[in-house]
């Protein structure tokens, strides 16, 4: 059973930059797509970015193009999201999730989740 689990998250202030880390346990985290999604108070979940397990293809939401970068360190097993230039709209807690299919993870169905870390941009 693959497990997630998500760090980094914190209180910044606006332009400011976080990392959040996404650590797997269980099982090798390089076989699988994995995302980030996060969901602000009274709104929906939303994709972020996703990166493939084959060929390392990078996908990012219009609203944090050129700002956040995703990456993966399979020998840490762990992927990150390097979020630079944060708006007070980038506030929400942060879910790491990954599927062993791609199409599950990008359509918002993927098979394993983690606890979330909440982010807070704020002045």
């Known amino acids: 059973q693959l497990q997630l689990v998500e760090s980094g998250g914190g209180l910044v202030q606006p332009g400011g930059a976080l990392r959040l880390s996404c650590a797997a346990s269980?099982?090798?985290?390089?076989?699988?797509?994995v995302g980030w999604f996060r969901q602000a108070p009274g709104k929906e979940r939303e994709g972020v970015s996703f990166?493939?397990?084959?060929?390392?293809?990078?996908n990012y939401a219009d609203s944090v193009k050129g700002r956040f970068t995703i990456s993966r360190d399979n020998a840490k097993n762990t992927v990150y999201l390097q979020m630079n230039s944060l708006k007070p709209e980038d506030t929400a807690v942060y879910y790491c999730?990954?599927?062993?299919?791609?199409?599950?993870?990008?359509?918002?169905?993927?098979?394993?989740w983690g606890q979330g870390t909440q982010v807070t941009v704020s002045s």
């Open positions: 999730a990954a599927d062993l299919n791609p199409l599950h993870l990008i359509s918002g169905g993927p098979a394993y």
């Open positions: 990166i493939n397990r084959r060929d390392g293809t990078l």
């Open positions: 269980g099982r090798t985290l390089d076989y699988y797509a």
